[in-house]
């Protein structure tokens, strides 16, 4: 550890630059009429999903969605259909006269019925926009009920489908925890008090402790990683990684487990795994916080929140996709552990280095078009450029300026490794009929991005490798890896045989080497 | 009773029957027709979903859901609603509404979205459906509309379905009432009339004459039906339409399978209603004898019997003026069980004995299938519905064995304890309930929105006892309980 001063948030991505840099250009599309007139075709979902997700990736913990029936049976259904597997929700079931009297009594009937039949350990309680343009005081409603329910945690967030897409929902939601910790007397952070209050207005609260160094020496450091909306395969990635670092990596809200597991016999409602009590318990201990693809929200991020309480070592990343990405991670969870980076790791490594070369004429300045949640399209991007490809269109339904601003960096740190003439179209809070107007345009020839964009891909004859979310017309999303080396290797191999496929499928001769 | 299972819900107790014999203590039914209970981890959808599932098949009409983007997000594509021609109804178009929106309201918006779809994709007509929090920021979708309507000279049509206003049910009644204003513009309306607004649909520009009809007594002596509440799904409507028409039946218009706009205003032509799918179109069949006189008849296409009682029905209906169809109608059934019973032979014995659980959208649906799995030797030993009416379960009381679980708008936890207590190897359901079963260990047949193979008609029964079948003889019920 040793040498690290971290006086805020290393924010690797999002640094706002303040133009576009001298010598460099990104087009970015401009679209009024679609600001002002709506959407054809969605490239994003809304906020309560992404809590959904993040509060099944915990030891007993279910959500409740506070709002009518039907947005926690349209979520269950649409993660039931990626995940395959059993994903319960439960709603607060507002009726018209909720609408007028509030809903408070709705949301202490549901905690009850919820504690009664799945005996849960941390309930989330996520708004819907229903109750957001009621304004009702979901944070106020909670508090009250915390003194009933000792044995379980209710984290109360705000998820107005309005205002957040699915993916700044799962970030909300790894906030809302830490902001309940922080604020409950019953975490293991120290004896200081403050009462700072933040711009959400949450007070700061008791039991934090503004003074904490980071651990000196060689003792082996507890990491916390706060991940991206990944798949179950990639939340066990990040896990592994720890190992090979000999440090203890904790994944805060870690659904690789309950969104993926054996056969139960018996319903019990909630898969077991998860992130654990004791780690609940102690995460104001950690030693140090990555966030992974954080995005810049009005709310911060969980690393920075956890920065901001115990001073320890904080640092959001990219997701690890691609050489650069993975050697960002690997250096930094290295440098963190004061472990040099593994040879297992290494080979790892050396393989994808080797796959680059034998890969490269297959893609070489191939157009290719990224959809999806800001932080995995900039990822994929930079993949993609690694590889001699051309990302010529990134596109997501998220606004947060987490993609274009992570384009320029990314042009920044190429400097005149950047393809000559090469200026990708960045497109943000877009849709899908949008998207397909430039993929014909610019020529695009491979696009990758979720199962939505299939019926697109379809239409214009362009090979889709899928990834990301939601995967809902192929088998085994769940076993996507995107993350590493392995992961890069694997993305590498759909995007090759993909064009190969598509190659000898409409060749006249049916070469069978390729 | 069951260890690591917990009771089932005070407050749903009486909605759970585990023997209609017990009629002593009034519980011979579950109580129904009740909003669900906060925290019960529910099935049901909302109002908005029964709507949009209704209206959706309307394949050349745009559908746009004026709310934020959830609602229309999880709503894209949902359905197998075929379409023989235009597409439209595939799309998802939302208002997207954001936090502006919300705090000055969204008419502009939504007239500028409109206006711009209606110019892009020429649709026939447009729904637009006013979610949950229309309903509270008060935008006045009724006045967008007309104003649309004028600009436009086509039917726009507000479908009022506000997610908090009631269950799927009521939802189905918005999309029957927006059906029913679609007929009404070529029609007239014999309650507005009545009521003294017959000046007002002059005004309605799409409403010109020359396509304006009145039912003519001649077109009603030809025999001649309408489909309601048949959505398509893997083509089923087709097929169903076909048995009619070799009968010389006119099938003047699918509700709303594979509609289109101008088919469902030329609907109240035909002479006799089919009703199949109960819960959603009763009303509108209501409706549409009340103001056009036409009879309607409750059907079922699922099953033999059914569906050959579905095609007698209207053969019996026109015998006076033509006593041939009866025959015909029994020729027709008779060559299609000829092939079918001989290739139902083969699978039965893998499916006599087995215990199924049924768990479905509507009552109607549930009943049907407990009289095609009787066929098949089968036993229901759990029957629910998330909608199901009073008259539903009644039914199921009547047709299932007393000892039946019957239950009304359940839950995972409930569902995994009577597939457990009542062993059972196989539940009928939809993508919600799909993951109860497999995770449980035992067979599933989805017999929902996302079916790709037709499971109604005479063929539909040889599919899914086939499906039934496939699921139910897999190895990997054995494999999964398997110890290392």
């Not at chain 1, 440090?247 to 809200?253: Q, W």
């Not at chain 1, 472990?339 to 790791?345: D, F, G, L, R």
């Not at chain 1, 990834?467 to 076993?479: E, K, L, M, N, W």
């Amino acid at each position: 550890m040793g040498n690290h001063t971290y006086k805020g948030v290393l924010n690797f991505e999002f640094k706002k630059p303040t133009g576009a840099s001298p010598g460099f250009s990104l087009k970015e599309e401009e679209v009024p009429e679609k600001s002002s007139g709506g959407v054809e075709n969605p490239c994003h979902l809304c906020a309560p999903l992404g809590a959904v997700v993040f509060f099944a990736g915990f030891e007993g913990g279910i959500t409740i969605l506070h709002g009518s029936q039907g947005c926690s049976t349209y979520v269950r259904r649409y993660l039931i259909s990626h995940f395959r597997e059993p994903v319960d929700v439960a709603s607060s079931n507002f009726i018209e006269a909720s609408t007028i009297f509030g809903g408070k009594d709705n949301v202490q009937r549901a905690i009850g019925n919820v504690i009664r039949q799945y005996t849960p350990k941390v309930i989330g309680i996520a708004t819907t926009c229903l109750v957001e343009t009621m304004g009702e005081d979901i944070y106020g409603i909670v508090k009250e009920m915390e003194a009933r329910y000792p044995e379980v945690l209710l984290i109360p967030v705000s998820t107005p489908g309005f205002l957040y897409n699915h993916r700044e929902g799962f970030q909300l939601a790894q906030s809302a925890l830490l902001r309940v910790l922080a604020t409950r007397g019953n975490t293991d952070i120290g004896p200081h008090h403050k009462t700072d209050t933040d711009a959400a207005g949450i007070p700061f609260g008791n039991n934090v402790d503004p003074l904490r160094e980071p651990l000196k020496g060689a003792k082996v450091p507890s990491v916390l990683l706060f991940p991206n909306f990944a798949s179950p395969a990639d939340l066990r990635w990040y896990k592994r990684v720890g190992e090979f670092f000999d440090i203890s990596l904790k994944v805060v809200g870690d659904y690789s487990q309950t969104l993926d597991s054996g056969p139960w016999l018996i319903y019990r409602g909630l898969a077991s795994g998860g992130t654990a009590q004791e780690t609940i318990a102690t995460l104001f201990r950690a030693d140090a916080v990555i966030g992974i693809g954080s995005l810049p929200l009005k709310e911060p991020s969980p690393a920075e929140i956890l920065q901001r309480y115990t001073h320890i070592p904080a640092v959001n990343l990219p997701v690890p996709i691609g050489l650069g990405y993975t050697d960002l991670f690997m250096k930094h969870l290295s440098s963190l552990s004061g472990h040099p980076i593994p040879s297992v790791v290494r080979e790892e490594r050396a393989r994808l280095q080797d796959a680059y070369v034998d890969a490269h004429k297959y893609v070489a300045t191939l157009p290719c078009a990224v959809v999806g949640d800001e932080d995995l399209v900039l990822s994929l991007a930079s993949f993609l450029l690694e590889i001699g490809a051309r990302p010529v269109f990134c596109a997501s339904g998220g606004k947060t300026g987490y993609l274009r601003d992570g384009m320029l960096r990314l042009q920044a740190q190429w400097g005149d490794r950047w393809p000559q003439n090469f200026e990708p179209v960045i497109l943000s809070g877009t849709d899908f009929q949008h998207v397909e107007e430039l993929i014909k345009r610019l020529g695009v020839r491979l696009i990758l991005g979720s199962s939505k964009a299939y019926t697109m891909a379809r239409t214009l004859g362009i090979p889709l490798v899928r990834c990301g979310f939601p995967i809902h017309d192929r088998f085994g999303a769940s076993q996507i890896l995107h993350v590493g080396y392995e992961g890069t290797y694997n993305l590498l191999r759909l995007v090759v045989n993909a064009l190969i496929e598509q190659e000898q499928e409409t060749n006249p001769v049916g070469y069978t080497y390729y | 009773m069951m260890p690591n299972i917990p009771d089932i819900l005070e407050e749903r107790r009486s909605q759970v029957v585990y023997s209609t014999d017990d009629a002593s203590q009034g519980m011979a039914i579950p109580t129904c027709d009740k909003p669900s209970v906060a925290g019960s981890v529910s099935q049901r959808a909302c109002v908005f979903c029964g709507s949009r599932v209704v209206l959706y098949p309307i394949a050349d009409a745009i559908h746009i859901v004026h709310g934020p983007i959830g609602c229309a997000g999880f709503t894209w594509d949902i359905r197998g609603a075929l379409s023989s021609g235009p597409e439209l109804h595939r799309k998802s178009f939302s208002t997207n509404l954001e936090e502006l929106d919300i705090i000055f309201g969204a008419e502009k918006k939504l007239h500028t979205l409109a206006t711009r779809l209606i110019s892009t994709y020429k649709p026939q007509a447009v729904f637009i459906y006013a979610t949950c929090i229309i309903g509270l920021i008060g935008d006045d979708v009724d006045r967008v509309c007309r104003i649309l309507e004028k600009e436009h000279g086509i039917p726009v049509i507000p479908v009022h379905s506000e997610g908090f206003k009631g269950v799927k049910k009521d939802g189905y009644r918005a999309a029957c009432m927006a059906l029913l204003s679609l007929m009404e513009r070529s029609w007239g309306s014999v309650q507005k009339e009545r009521d003294g607004a017959s000046s007002e649909e002059k005004d309605d520009p799409s409403c010109n004459s020359s396509e304006a009809l009145s039912p003519s007594p001649s077109s009603r002596q030809e025999p001649s039906i309408n489909l309601l509440g048949e959505f398509n799904l893997a083509g089923e409507g087709w097929l169903i339409k076909s048995y009619y028409e070799r009968l010389g039946i006119r099938v003047v218009s699918m509700l709303t399978g594979d509609g289109r706009v101008a088919d469902i205003r030329r609907a109240p032509e035909a002479a006799l209603n089919l009703v199949q799918c109960s819960g959603s179109m009763v009303y509108l069949a209501k409706k549409m004898e009340e103001q056009w006189g036409i009879p309607w008849q409750q059907v079922s296409f699922f099953g033999v019997d059914e569906m050959a009682r579905a095609i007698y029905g209207v053969a019996e209906f026109f015998r006076e003026s033509h006593p041939e169809l009866l025959d015909s109608a029994r020729a027709l059934v008779r060559e299609e069980l000829s092939s079918l019973l001989p290739r139902l032979e083969k699978i039965k014995p893998a499916l006599e004995g087995k215990k199924v659980a049924i768990y479905v959208g509507g009552g109607f649906k549930a009943w049907s299938l407990v009289r095609i799995l009787r066929d098949f030797g089968m036993r229901t030993v759990v029957a629910g519905s998330q909608t199901g009416s009073k008259e539903d379960y009644e039914e199921l009381r009547r047709i299932c064995e007393k000892d039946t679980v019957l239950v009304d708008d359940s839950n995972p936890l409930e569902l995994g304890r009577f597939i457990k207590e009542k062993q059972v190897d196989l539940l009928i359901g939809g993508v919600k309930e799909r993951p109860v079963a497999y995770k449980m260990g035992i067979g599933f047949c989805d017999h929902n929105h996302e079916r790709k193979i037709p499971l109604a008609g005479f063929i539909g029964v040889y599919n899914f006892a086939f499906e039934l079948y496939q699921s139910i003889t897999s190895p990997v019920w054995d494999w999964v309980r398997r110890e290392l």
